[in-house]
């Protein structure tokens, strides 16, 4: 099956600061979806991006599907962006074979 | 409304015990998820439905039964649990009409451990 891969797995930073997080994958995919589980445990969608660029506020994607990744942009930020990370995809093979999810990444914004 | 919503959430269980986790979704969606996330893992899909009346496996079915009875829910039964059922149940639901309707939204989780 198609293979999830998220870097970094662990980032620390001060309140204000901007980062990036990325996610490759091994296949070609008809679905990205990044989210952000809080501390609670929900998972929040923040975007569904299988090629291109969006923005929402201060956070950002792009994905490029062609070489196989997907980036997503957080600036200026905030302690209640700690949380984990997660890309998920689903392989362009056909059927509804659900997401598949990376390990995701752990953000702590320190004040 | 509520959107996916998820019963019970949280639940203790001897081995051995059986137990039916439910989905309920009032967004009409067509497609429906049960995923387990374990401890620093990320979510692994369980069964999935695409229509009512209809399920199929997915990456971890083994000792999980699902049916849909109806379009709104989805059940996820355990017939004899095992400690290694130990995680946190997500459902999840999806119109899949194509594009970004295919975007998953997810329940809140349920906590369940086998003991």
């Known amino acids: 099956g198609i293979q999830v891969e998220q870097s970094p797995p662990d980032l620390i930073l001060q309140e204000g600061a901007n980062s990036t997080l990325r996610c490759n994958f091994s296949?070609?995919?008809?679905?990205l979806q990044w989210f952000h589980q809080n501390p609670w445990g929900q998972l929040i969608n923040l975007f569904y991006?299988?090629?291109g660029t969006k923005q929402n506020g201060r956070l950002s994607a792009t994905t490029v599907a062609t070489e196989r990744y997907s980036l997503l942009y957080i600036s200026s930020s905030q302690t209640t962006d700690s949380g984990v990370y997660f890309c998920?995809?689903?392989?362009?093979?056909?059927?509804?074979?659900?997401?598949?999810f990376g390990k995701g990444t752990h953000l702590i914004i320190q004040p | 409304n509520a959107g996916v919503t998820q019963t019970p959430k949280f639940r203790v269980l001897k081995t051995g015990q059986s137990m039916t986790l439910l989905c309920a979704q009032d967004?009409?969606?067509?497609?429906m998820y049960w995923y387990r996330q374990d401890p620093g893992m990320g979510l692994r899909l369980i069964h999935y439905?695409?229509?009512?009346?209809?399920?199929a496996k997915g990456e971890v079915p083994d000792g999980y039964n699902v049916s849909r009875l109806k379009k709104q829910n989805f059940l996820l039964g355990l017939e004899s649990a095992a400690p290694s059922q130990t995680s946190v149940y997500f459902c999840?639901?999806?119109?899949?009409?194509?594009?970004?309707?295919?975007?998953?939204?997810f329940g809140p989780g349920t906590r369940l451990t086998v003991l």
């Open positions: 991006i299988p090629s």
């Open positions: 998920a995809v689903e392989d362009s093979g056909g059927g509804a074979d659900g997401l598949t």
């Open positions: 296949d070609s995919v008809n679905n």
């Open positions: 439905s695409v229509g009512e009346g209809t399920t």
């Open positions: 999840a639901s999806s119109p899949r009409a194509g594009g970004a309707t295919d975007t998953q939204y």
């Open positions: 967004m009409n969606h067509e497609y």
